[in-house]
């Protein structure tokens, strides 16, 4: 068993959600798609860092593993790791009990470790995680890559914890000690992205039957202030110190696709918009791409608002199959300004119109339940649901996409709940942008997202709208997707009418399980609920009957 200065493990969202009843409903397909199997890319960066100062490292998606070997016994598989440090991610809100789970079993199986959490969600609890979980003996706060190289460098110079960058953490006389942070990073050139065989399993990159495909971060950090967002620029300035967002020159990022390629990878992801750069930032970036000529298939690329003639000319010029993500949240301009992105339905449609003149495919993301809106404003969300579809069938048919819609599901727009990320500006001061919190500690977090049905996890209501209605809304906005899918031939007439039973059956479970919550025979309760979960798998089955 190789003994490792530190493991990276990136936990399950809830620990064990293949024993659990879980019903995700409008925010995953089955308990596996709500796991977030992901790592976030910035513990590639940490597990580079660390490797590259000599320290013996390994990601272990921990996650993954158990959507993917089913058998998997967590406790044995824990128990055969060996490291001085277990560094757990607590990134994605999400992973709250995962996280907390996965920090008591190390701590039990390995109780001469420290157990270390990290970050966006443990830096804005971490306080809290220090105060109460015991399991947990710090919190690095912030960027992760050189607060962590420094605990190891004092690690081995006294063998506990003490006072160390970014570190919160209980001393010996048990007073919670928060350490200031470092000066942020004010660019990204000093990080590697792509070490790949720093993580394991190796699978969790990309599934071998999947396309090889991978995304590269333009900066860390974001100049948008979306009410709801953990990663905004007010929560990037108050809990991780960084006033401005940390780019990757352009440079870097051509050499880093050029890596890929050296992997096999050739479908590459740009994660945020390049435009926060500055127009000289993108126009290096676009011109490199042009000369160096590293092998893409395809690029993808993040627009966080509308853009203009001359930035999409260069972007097609960059000559590859390029797609484009644009969210514009809501059909609501009063809504959209609420929620922080000040722009029109009009501007948006400009940008679509020009994108497919210059033969763009665009991926849209909308959203219901935010601040400030109301039953109509939902109307007006799906009339630009609508309009959109119409202009990419549209695109469509004229041959604009080319290949691309072989292998890219514009399957119409994307829609998803919303959540109040903790450290947003909506979390830190609900009233003022027009929400009201449900869960307002970790505790809350973890005991709220632990629930079984997926209407508990929503942590806020709105000033217009209470948790049940926001829930309906969802549940009929998810009808009308369905209509539009049938409609544009994305659904076939039985596949629509599945996925109808599906909402249907999703109401049915909401109120059975809200009106289970009464019961006080706990066993009786778990009963029902598992009875419930096993009808709907049998729903599940007996769809293959029909199609
Ligand atoms: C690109 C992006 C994505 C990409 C890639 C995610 C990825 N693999 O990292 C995609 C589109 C896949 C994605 C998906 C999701 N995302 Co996202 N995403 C972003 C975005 C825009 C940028 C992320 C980024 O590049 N960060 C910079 C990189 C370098 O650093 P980093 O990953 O943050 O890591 C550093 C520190 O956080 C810290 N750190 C991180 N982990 C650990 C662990 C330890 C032990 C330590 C010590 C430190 C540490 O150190 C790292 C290096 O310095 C942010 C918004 C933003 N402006 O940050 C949202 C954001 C991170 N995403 C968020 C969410 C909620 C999600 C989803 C859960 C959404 C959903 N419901 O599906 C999924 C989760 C996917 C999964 N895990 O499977 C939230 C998280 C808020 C919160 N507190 O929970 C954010 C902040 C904003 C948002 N609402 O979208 N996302
Ligand atoms: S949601 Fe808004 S604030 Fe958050 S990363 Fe995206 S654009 Fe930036």
Redesign the pocket.
């Known amino acids: 068993m190789p003994s490792f200065d530190v493991i990276?493990l990136h936990p399950p969202a809830i620990y064990d959600f293949r024993k659990e009843p879980l019903f995700p409903g409008a925010l995953g397909r089955n308990a596996e798609t709500v796991q977030?199997?992901?790592?976030?890319?910035?513990?590639l960066?940490?597990a580079d860092y660390l490797d590259r100062h000599g320290y013996k490292v390994v990601i272990d998606n921990l996650g993954d593993r158990m959507v993917n070997e089913p058998g998997i016994d967590v406790e044995n598989h824990l128990k055969n790791l060996s490291a001085k440090v277990f560094?757990?991610?607590l990134?994605?809100?999400?992973h709250s009990p995962g996280a907390l789970a996965m920090a008591s079993l190390c701590k039990k199986l390995h109780p001469h470790s420290l157990v270390?959490?990290?970050?966006?969600?443990a830096t804005c609890f971490h306080h809290e995680i220090i105060e109460k979980y015991p399991c947990v003996d710090g919190v690095?706060r912030a960027?992760?890559?050189k607060p962590?190289l420094e605990l190891l460098r004092l690690l081995e110079k006294r063998d506990r914890l003490g006072d160390s960058p970014n570190l919160t953490y209980r001393s010996l006389e048990g007073e919670i000690r928060s350490c200031p942070l470092m000066p942020a990073s004010t660019d990204l050139d000093d990080y590697v992205y792509t070490r790949f065989e720093l993580l394991t399993p190796q699978n969790s990159i990309y599934a071998e039957d999947s396309c090889h495909r991978w995304?590269l971060?333009v900066c860390?950090?974001?100049t948008y202030n979306c009410a709801i967002?953990?990663?905004s620029a007010h929560t990037y300035r108050t809990r991780l110190g960084m006033d401005r967002p940390a780019f990757r020159s352009p440079q870097r990022i051509v050499s880093d696709i050029k890596d890929l390629n050296e992997r096999n990878v050739r479908f590459i992801g740009l994660?945020?918009d390049p435009r926060m750069g500055g127009k000289r930032y993108w126009q290096e970036l676009f011109a490199l791409l042009k000369k160096e000529k590293p092998e893409i298939e395809r690029l993808s690329l993040d627009l966080l608002i509308p853009a203009d003639e001359n930035f999409i000319r260069e972007v097609a010029s960059i000559g590859r199959e390029i797609i484009l993500h644009l969210c514009p949240d809501t059909g609501s301009d009063k809504v959209r300004r609420i929620l922080g992105r000040p722009y029109s339905n009009e501007a948006l449609l400009h940008t679509m119109r020009l994108c497919h003149d210059y033969r763009i495919p665009v991926t849209n993301f909308f959203s219901v339940g935010l601040a400030g809106e109301t039953v109509e404003d939902v109307g007006k969300t799906w009339e630009l649901w609508a309009e959109l579809d119409a202009m990419n069938e549209d695109a469509r048919r004229h041959g604009h996409y080319g290949d691309i819609d072989a292998t890219v599901p514009i399957g119409g727009q994307i829609l998803g709940p919303i959540v109040i990320?903790?450290g947003s500006p909506a979390f830190d001061d609900p009233q003022a942008h027009g929400y009201t919190l449900l869960y307002k500690n970790l505790e809350e977090y973890v005991a709220g997202l632990s629930r079984p049905v997926w209407n508990h996890w929503l942590n806020y209501e709105t000033t217009e709208l209470d948790r049940a209605s926001i829930v309906e809304l969802i549940n009929q906005s998810i009808e009308f997707t369905i209509d539009q899918r049938e409609r544009h031939g994305f659904y076939s007439e039985a596949e629509a009418h599945y996925e109808r039973c599906r909402v249907e059956a999703d109401r049915v479970v909401q109120k059975e399980v809200d009106a289970l919550f009464d019961l006080t025979d706990e066993r009786e309760k778990r009963a029902r609920i598992i009875a419930m979960r096993k009808n709907l798998d049998q729903l599940e089955k007996t769809r293959m009957t029909f199609l």
């Open positions: 990276l977030f199997t992901k790592v976030p890319i910035g513990m960066s940490i560094a757990i991610g990134h994605f809100q999400q270390i959490l990290g970050g966006l969600t690095i960027e992760g890559e962590l995304s971060e860390r950090g974001c967002c953990g990663g994660y945020q990320d903790p």
